[in-house]
């Protein structure tokens, strides 16, 4: 007959004995012999999680836990300024937030050399939503993330459209194509242009250009009327001007495809034409038009130009019969002829079949961002003209929302934290 019995004993005094509780198992057997089983201990209290890691460390990694101030007083400031400078740009507006000397660095003339000395990374995209004309957002495609500043200075009761941009800063029209404003969507410096001398009510392209390597040395904006009428703001001078008119070789009315953004080249602005099919350019420093006869790609509807590395691009939408893709092509400059280098993925193209889709480019400098829709979709995506990569872009959603927004038209930007209007 076996005998089961279970005890257990507390030592809360004795200190050689560990606090706990121990089980003894008796079990009767013919030898009188008893076993004793593994004493079953409480769990021990749990410890911080900062003085468990201090434990780990080595003695003397306490005293290096936290960096002594001596070596940021000896750090040499225009080290300091180059590296900040080379952090991603929503890493610099979290960092205003250490210390005023850090808030205060983006106003310095020192930071400001040194981001400029920075190479560009992929742009940003600005974009103006259909469900609320007075509310911009910001697509930052490095994070995938969309941001959702406030433009106070821009007029609340007028739309206002970004149709340019160059060194950071984004030039915006009204609707009504009167009034002209400059803006750094991240930091806010804003400026209102002053009046033109030429009233235009009809519609008009937009093309902007920097003066020099840097917004430092100025920028310069041209507006265009399909009728020929055309400005130039500078804005050392804040004022228009005109350098001469468009030459008789150039063909009136221009027939402008307002649904292409211009595109700038250095010195030069392309916009693009409808009859005769081709290119239009003019040189902000001398002044000079020139036309370019180039026939479009068969079967092309929706279309833009954009940039790489000086490179003109094209963007379309190809539709044959109830196939839809999205072609990009190069302007070979010895032929002027569109030679065909990417197409959208084919899987992507099959969610187009059998609807109308329409397409807006939403930035084209090297980063090509577009957006198609249709009755039953609305689609995000972007494209990188030197990788040749194609990614999908979140929808975007406004804060304390729920709806994804369909994006009505933006405009591609380098954000800098130091430009100003």
Same mark, same amino acid.
């Given at each position: 007959?076996?005998?089961?019995?279970?005890?257990?004993?507390?030592?809360?005094?004795?200190?050689?004995?560990?606090?706990?509780?121990?089980?003894?198992?008796?079990?009767?057997?013919?030898?009188?012999?008893?076993?004793?089983?593994?004493?079953?201990?409480?769990?021990?209290?749990?410890?911080?999680?900062?003085?468990?890691?201090?434990?780990?460390?080595?003695?003397?990694?306490?005293?290096?836990?936290?960096?002594?101030?001596?070596?940021?007083?000896?750090?040499?400031?225009?080290?300091?300024?180059?590296?900040?400078?080379?952090?991603?740009?929503?890493?610099?507006?979290?960092?205003?937030?250490?210390?005023?000397?850090?808030?205060?660095?983006?106003?310095?003339?020192?930071?400001?050399?040194?981001?400029?000395?920075?190479?560009?990374?992929?742009?940003?995209?600005?974009?103006?939503?259909?469900?609320?004309?007075?509310?911009?957002?910001?697509?930052?495609?490095?994070?995938?993330?969309?941001?959702?500043?406030?433009?106070?200075?821009?007029?609340?009761?007028?739309?206002?459209?970004?149709? @340019?941009?160059? /060194? +950071?800063? !984004?030039?915006?029209?009204?609707?009504?194509? $009167? *009034?002209?404003?400059? %803006?750094?969507?991240?930091?806010?410096?804003?400026?209102?242009?002053?009046?033109?001398?030429?009233?235009?009510?009809?519609?008009?392209?937009?093309?902007?250009?920097?003066?020099?390597?840097?917004?430092?040395?100025?920028?310069?904006?041209?507006?265009?009327?399909?009728?020929?009428?055309?400005?130039?703001?500078?804005?050392?001078?804040?004022?228009?001007?005109?350098?001469?008119?468009?030459?008789?070789?150039?063909?009136?009315?221009?027939?402008?495809?307002?649904?292409?953004?211009?595109?700038?080249?250095?010195?030069?602005?392309?916009?693009?034409?409808?009859?005769?099919?081709?290119?239009?350019?003019?040189?902000?420093?001398?002044?000079?038009?020139?036309?370019?006869?180039?026939?479009?790609?068969?079967?092309?509807?929706?279309?833009?130009? @954009?940039?790489? /590395? +000086?490179? !003109?691009?094209?963007?379309?939408?190809?539709? $044959? *019969?109830?196939?839809? %893709?999205?072609?990009?092509?190069?302007?070979?400059?010895?032929?002027?002829?569109?030679?065909?280098?990417?197409?959208?993925?084919?899987?992507?193209?099959?969610?187009?079949?059998?609807?109308?889709?329409?397409?807006?480019?939403?930035?084209?400098?090297?980063?090509?961002?577009?957006?198609?829709?249709?009755?039953?979709?609305?689609?995000?995506?972007?494209?990188?003209?030197?990788?040749?990569?194609?990614?999908?872009?979140?929808?975007?959603?406004?804060?304390?929302?729920?709806?994804?927004?369909?994006?009505?038209?933006?405009?591609?930007?380098?954000?800098?934290?130091?430009?100003?209007?």
């Amino acid at each position: 007959m076996n005998l089961e019995l279970s005890w257990c004993s507390l030592y809360p005094d004795h200190s050689s004995l560990d606090d706990g509780c121990y089980s003894l198992i008796l079990k009767g057997r013919k030898g009188g012999s008893f076993k004793m089983v593994e004493p079953c201990k409480t769990q021990p209290c749990k410890k911080p999680r900062k003085e468990r890691n201090r434990e780990k460390l080595p003695s003397n990694a306490e005293s290096a836990e936290t960096m002594q101030e001596q070596i940021w007083k000896e750090f040499p400031e225009d080290l300091f300024e180059a590296v900040i400078a080379r952090l991603p740009v929503a890493t610099v507006f979290r960092f205003r937030s250490v210390c005023r000397k850090w808030n205060s660095l983006l106003a310095a003339d020192s930071f400001s050399q040194h981001y400029a000395d920075v190479p560009q990374g992929h742009p940003w995209f600005y974009t103006i939503a259909h469900e609320n004309f007075n509310s911009g957002a910001m697509y930052d495609p490095s994070l995938k993330k969309w941001h959702h500043p406030t433009m106070p200075s821009l007029p609340s009761k007028v739309i206002v459209l970004p149709v @340019a941009s160059a /060194g +950071g800063l !984004v030039c915006f029209l009204d609707i009504g194509h $009167k *009034n002209f404003y400059v %803006c750094n969507p991240l930091t806010q410096s804003f400026k209102e242009l002053p009046a033109r001398s030429v009233r235009v009510w009809s519609r008009v392209a937009v093309g902007m250009t920097l003066n020099g390597n840097s917004s430092s040395d100025g920028y310069k904006i041209l507006w265009l009327g399909c009728d020929g009428e055309h400005e130039v703001y500078d804005s050392m001078k804040d004022n228009w001007f005109r350098l001469g008119s468009i030459p008789s070789s150039v063909k009136l009315p221009l027939s402008l495809n307002f649904r292409s953004q211009s595109v700038s080249i250095k010195n030069t602005l392309y916009f693009m034409r409808l009859d005769p099919e081709g290119v239009v350019s003019y040189d902000m420093k001398s002044g000079v038009w020139k036309q370019f006869a180039i026939p479009a790609p068969p079967y092309l509807t929706d279309h833009s130009l @954009a940039e790489c /590395g +000086g490179r !003109v691009i094209l963007v379309g939408l190809l539709t $044959k *019969n109830a196939a839809t %893709c999205v072609c990009v092509w190069e302007l070979q400059r010895m032929t002027l002829l569109w030679k065909e280098v990417d197409r959208m993925p084919n899987i992507w193209c099959l969610e187009f079949y059998g609807k109308h889709v329409r397409m807006t480019c939403l930035g084209n400098k090297g980063l090509i961002m577009l957006s198609l829709r249709s009755k039953q979709m609305n689609r995000l995506v972007t494209y990188d003209v030197l990788s040749k990569e194609w990614k999908k872009v979140p929808g975007c959603v406004r804060p304390n929302g729920k709806r994804k927004q369909w994006i009505a038209c933006g405009t591609a930007f380098h954000p800098s934290p130091t430009v100003l209007a």
